[in-house]
């Protein structure tokens, strides 16, 4: 694959504060690349960078072969972007801030209507077209500013945290159509803060914090870096709480966190440690009633490089916030490991 994007040395500084501290990186032509950090990462500015929005304070950018710094316009036209703050009009009409942006983008008159409604069907609008967007929702006004983003048909794309906040209708739809264009050949290029979204969309990832790059890889080569966050996991009976603490002296076991009614054991080789269990059990006239190893998230990963607890901030709900929740625990517990 060849390179959509390049950047070298990458640099911004806002006063005397140091947002994007030289990194260096490509995205590959036709994939989906990620850029997952906590807040304050420096993943907008760098974003904005990209976009030609912001000029670099030092380093290049090169699109598609061209220096953004010295020749933009090429494919400034082939770049679509979704920005963090919504860019939607909201007294004109879902109908008429397409048509004000095809006609920005200089998408041929003839085109305009057809493309327009192709995008408001996909995103579930065409009923609302004549609808001034004041009047839309938090997702509705998300799933046009990308039907806006669209509309001149870019080839690489640029999605700014798109999905927080919003309705898990709108947030499916999103996600879905980032796969349907991939698929289609759009090369995307993802920020976020949301490990999951990074996990389910991106075939790499770069962990970007206090403005730098502190590792990129698939996600799953990322998981298996950090190994030794795996875990058994193991309830037993009768009476299994009693238990923690020998269970926490086995070989191998590196932490020892109670998860409800079970006992997660940390460690490097839990096929190892599988029998150990199993025969601790027998020698207490114990039952394992569930066992199952666990290999480590992306969210592990996250954790693991940059101390923090994304999206802790927001009002996140479901799945996200539970997996911290434990998270938080066994880190209460001192199950950092070693550092990289
Ligand atoms: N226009 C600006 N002026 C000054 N500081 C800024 C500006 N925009 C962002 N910053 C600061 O730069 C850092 C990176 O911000 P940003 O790129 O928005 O991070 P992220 O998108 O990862 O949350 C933060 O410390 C933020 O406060
Ligand atoms: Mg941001």
Redesign the pocket.
């Known amino acids: 694959m060849s390179d959509a994007i390049k950047v070298d040395n990458l640099t911004k500084y806002?006063g005397d504060?140091l947002?994007v501290d030289h990194i260096s990186f490509e995205v590959r032509d036709g994939e989906v690349f990620g850029f997952l950090?906590p807040?304050?990462?420096?993943?907008?500015?760098?974003q904005r960078m990209l976009t030609t929005l912001l000029e670099p304070t030092e380093g290049h950018i090169i699109i598609h072969g061209h220096d953004l710094a010295h020749d933009p316009y090429p494919v400034k036209r082939r770049m679509g972007l979704v920005p963090e703050e919504s860019n939607v009009y909201t007294e004109l009409t879902a109908w008429a801030n397409l048509m004000f942006t095809a006609t920005l983008y200089r998408v041929p008159q003839a085109e305009r209507a057809v493309r327009a409604q192709e995008l408001l069907e996909t995103f579930g609008l065409w009923e609302k077209r004549d609808v001034k967007v004041e009047n839309f929702s938090k997702g509705m006004r998300r799933r046009l500013s990308i039907a806006m983003a669209l509309i001149h048909r870019p080839t690489l794309f640029f999605l700014d945290e798109p999905t927080p906040g919003l309705d898990a209708q709108s947030t499916r739809a999103i996600r879905d159509l980032v796969r349907k264009l991939n698929a289609e050949g759009t090369t995307i290029f993802l920020?976020t803060h949301q490990i999951e979204e990074a996990n389910q969309l991106c075939d790499r990832v770069a962990i970007i914090d206090h403005g730098r790059i502190a590792a990129i890889d698939t996600p799953e080569r990322l998981k298996a870096a950090f190994r030794r966050v795996q875990s058994v996991e193991v309830a037993l009976q009768p009476d299994g709480q009693a238990h923690g603490q020998a269970l926490g002296e086995l070989p191998g076991v590196t932490t020892v966190v109670k998860m409800g009614d079970k006992w997660r054991l940390y460690t490097e080789d839990p096929s190892a440690l599988l029998p150990l269990v199993m025969r601790y059990a027998e020698d207490h006239g114990l039952r394992a009633v569930s066992l199952c190893t666990l290999g480590p998230s992306l969210e592990d990963v996250f954790l693991e490089i940059t101390g923090q607890q994304v999206g802790a901030v927001r009002h996140e709900t479901g799945e996200g916030s539970r997996k911290q929740g434990a998270r938080g625990r066994m880190r209460g517990a001192g199950g950092r490991g070693g550092q990289r």
């Open positions: 806002y504060l947002a950090g807040n304050g990462a420096g993943k907008t500015t760098t920020t």
